[in-house]
């Protein structure tokens, strides 16, 4: 119940934040602006709105968890307010999984509201509703639900400021954690190969949530794609929630 309650408050503080709706702006003029870099583009225009459109929403999606996540515990502690909640009944950990609750609900209407804007683009190019967009853009949201966790773990112990650019760069190793795979392939076996393969799994791979190119060209999807995509992404959100609740409990306010 405490956790509800501060997830709501939570939902009601982020929505009120500007930079959501400017973000919102950006993403919805990008994928607007999609129809006419399609019309300059030479070959399948409707494939280069769905291209667009998907990645605005995955690009804008992750600016909103960063810049919204790193702030929401240290927006507490600034005002002094982290020293009534903690006062009060309430565990740390539940303070921190309420704000993750709020942000991930903050984020699930933007990007619908996202979504829509983007279908309405599609639909005027097409004359039909794509719903196999769809499966993109839940697929996009997995992948921001595990930012929003790092968001809050970072948050946990540090300044907005680095705690962004610290999402920031989980976001872009994660996406470019292939070409690590590519070193292991091309390295001799032995202790390096080893240390390359550890590195490898500790480091998240957002690309288990990136299936916008066989949506797009309407390739076949795996049967397993879906459980494999929610369970990592829920073992890797709860794993890194769990550091930052670790990490949280330990921390000296005074």
């Known amino acids: 119940m405490t956790?509800?309650?501060?997830?709501?408050?939570?939902?009601?503080?982020?929505?009120?934040?500007?930079?959501?709706?400017?973000?919102?702006?950006?993403?919805?003029?990008?994928?607007?602006?999609?129809?006419?870099?399609?019309?300059?583009?030479?070959?399948?225009?409707?494939?280069?709105?769905?291209?667009?459109?998907?990645?605005?929403?995955?690009?804008?999606?992750?600016?909103?968890?960063?810049?919204?996540?790193?702030?929401?515990?240290?927006?507490?502690?600034?005002?002094?307010?982290?020293?009534?909640?903690?006062?009060?009944?309430?565990?740390r950990a539940e303070f921190l999984l309420g704000k993750f609750c709020g942000l991930v609900l903050t984020l699930a209407v933007m990007i619908g509201a996202m979504t829509v804007v983007f279908l309405f683009v599609v639909f005027l190019h097409t004359?039909?509703?794509?719903?196999?967009?769809?499966?993109?853009?839940?697929?996009?949201?997995?992948?921001?639900?595990?930012?929003?966790?790092?968001?809050?773990?970072?948050?946990?112990?540090?300044?907005?400021?680095?705690?962004?650019?610290?999402?920031?760069?989980?976001?872009?190793?994660?996406?470019f954690s292939w070409s690590i795979e590519t070193l292991i392939k091309k390295t001799a076996p032995g202790t390096g190969r080893v240390i390359l393969r550890i590195i490898a799994t500790i480091l998240p791979d957002l690309e288990n949530f990136n299936i916008k190119t066989e949506v797009v060209q309407n390739l076949p999807l795996p049967g397993t794609l879906w459980l494999g995509a929610v369970g990592y992404s829920v073992v890797y959100t709860a794993f890194v929630l769990l550091l930052a609740v670790v990490i949280f409990r330990r921390r000296d306010f005074v």
């Not at 996009?140 to 680095?162: D, H, N, R």
């Open 127 to 175: 004359g039909a509703f794509e719903s196999r967009m769809l499966l993109a853009v839940f697929f996009i949201f997995l992948e921001l639900v595990l930012l929003t966790a790092v968001a809050i773990l970072f948050s946990s112990f540090s300044t907005p400021i680095l705690s962004a650019l610290f999402a920031l760069s989980f976001y872009l190793i994660g996406h």
């Open 3 to 91: 956790i509800l309650v501060i997830a709501r408050n939570t939902f009601k503080e982020a929505v009120r934040d500007r930079i959501l709706y400017l973000l919102f702006f950006f993403s919805a003029l990008t994928i607007g602006l999609a129809r006419v870099l399609a019309v300059l583009t030479v070959g399948d225009r409707v494939k280069v709105v769905k291209d667009v459109g998907l990645a605005s929403i995955g690009f804008f999606g992750a600016l909103m968890a960063i810049l919204i996540g790193t702030g929401l515990v240290y927006k507490e502690i600034e005002k002094r307010t982290i020293f009534t909640l903690i006062s009060k009944p309430i565990r």
